[in-house]
Nanobody, 123 residues
Framework: QVQLVESGGGLVQAGGSLRLSCAASAPTFSKYAMGWFRQAPGKEREFVAAISWSGGSTTYVDPVKGRFTISRDNAKNTVYLQMNSLKPEDTAVYYC????????????????WGQGTQVTVSS
C-alpha cells in the first residue's frame, strides 16, 4: 500500500511559478513510476507528467512541455512538479499517482492516488 500526500498548491498570477510536492509513505517508493494528473472543473482528469522509477525517463502532455518539469528524490520518497509560466488554463486540482511502470501510469492512471492539491492561476 502506498499513501501519497500532495502539497504546494495555491493561487498565482499568470506567468508565475509553483512547485508541487508529493510525499510517499511506502519504503518501496523507488520501485514505482510516479506521475501528476489534473482535473479542471467540469472536465475529466487528465495526464500531466510522469517519471520512471529511476528518474531517468520523463514524459509530458504537450500543453505543459517546456513549462513543467517533473523530478524525484528517492532518498526523500518525494516527487516534484515545477510549474513555470503558468496560464489560467492550468487551473485544476493536481493529483499525484503511482504505478509500476511509466507507460501504464500515463495510459491507465495510477494504482495509488493522493488527495489532490488546488492550483489556481489568475489572469
Amino acid at each position: 500500500q502506498v499513501q501519497l500526500v500532495e502539497s504546494g498548491g495555491g493561487l498565482v498570477q499568470a506567468g508565475g511559478s509553483l512547485r508541487l510536492s508529493c510525499a510517499a509513505s511506502a519504503p518501496t517508493f523507488s520501485k514505482y513510476a510516479m506521475g501528476w494528473f489534473r482535473q479542471a472543473p467540469g472536465k475529466e482528469r487528465e495526464f500531466v507528467a510522469a517519471i520512471s522509477w529511476s528518474g531517468g525517463s520523463t514524459t509530458y502532455v504537450d500543453p505543459v512541455k517546456g513549462r513543467f518539469t517533473i523530478s524525484r528524490d528517492n532518498a526523500k520518497n518525494t516527487v516534484y512538479l515545477q510549474m513555470n509560466s503558468l496560464k489560467p488554463e492550468d487551473t485544476a486540482v493536481y493529483y499525484c499517482a503511482a504505478r509500476t511502470t511509466m507507460t501504464n501510469l500515463r495510459r491507465f492512471g495510477g494504482d495509488y492516488w493522493g488527495q489532490g492539491t488546488q492550483v489556481t492561476v489568475s489572469s
